[in-house]
């Protein structure tokens, strides 16, 4: 039997451990503009390590998840962060784990808002894209640059998510 | 009489002298996550110069501009790039110029749809975000550190931007 993951509202106190939340808060404005803008200020701010390496930024497309979902792997970024802001106006889901001794702990659901973007901190686990519903668009700032930036773990024992309710 | 301009649609050929278009193109595509997702790579670098500069995210929220709008100025960020990417789901306007001699030429305007970003190069004259129609979100990347990274110009005869039609 997999053990079943519950689904937590995504809120910028439970998911600092991992990185950034990516909204507008009151307390992030700067009016900007002639007082037509505001400016929410470096809510997130891009790192990357090593010689010749820099910030791109780039359009991911995911396809959207089955559920139940067999969650079986995770993967992390020891070089650089990686920033996901959903275009398409729908809600998604984020997976990261603590590390314990170089491999993903118990993983922690988040269902993150329309309007919610996510920032991983480097080397965080976390799990590929999971759209919801339909085809759904995202900006994603990340690293580009030598060297391996990726490292994967799989499960020996796959855990399941189930459908989010809306 | 103010001098009208004409509103072009955003293509990558026309926007170049300017910065990047950020979209999905279908020449873009490396299919990452075990084929579930699309990675449109690298579709733009965000530049930042300067001692202790770095990228930085940021959501503006811009009230939606009233038409005939009249242009009386525009800016530039000497010390960094500045990208745009529509979170609403809405077209936006995009008003750049060429350099002449240091200050702004005569500007084009380009209408770009709700799924294109823009990223103006560094020292591009550009007029501030202009939503259309209602509040709109907009994910920016561009820079923060020491130094002056914005320059202003002041049309004494501004120019007059009619209504987009849809």
Request: aromatic share 10%; with cysteine; glycine share 10%.
């Amino acid at each position: 039997m997999s053990e079943r993951l519950a689904i937590e509202p995504l809120t910028r106190e439970a998911f600092a451990p991992f990185g950034d939340v990516i909204e507008c808060r009151a307390d992030s404005i700067r009016m900007i503009n002639g007082g037509t803008t505001e400016r929410h200020h470096a809510l997130a701010r891009p790192e990357v390590v090593g010689e010749g390496a820099s910030v791109i930024l780039n359009i991911f497309r995911g396809q959207p998840r089955r559920f139940p979902y067999s969650l079986d792997m995770m993967e992390r970024h020891p070089l650089g962060s990686q920033s996901f802001s959903p275009l398409s106006g729908r809600p998604y889901l984020v997976v990261v784990s603590p590390d314990e001794d170089g491999r993903p702990g118990r993983p922690r659901v988040f269902l993150a808002g329309a309007h919610q973007g996510v920032n991983y901190h480097r080397n965080v686990w976390h799990h590929p894209l999971m759209a919801l519903g339909t085809v759904c668009d995202f900006l994603i700032a990340d690293r580009e640059g030598p060297g391996n930036n990726l490292e994967e773990f799989f499960f020996d024992n796959p855990y399941e998510i189930e459908e989010p309710t809306p």
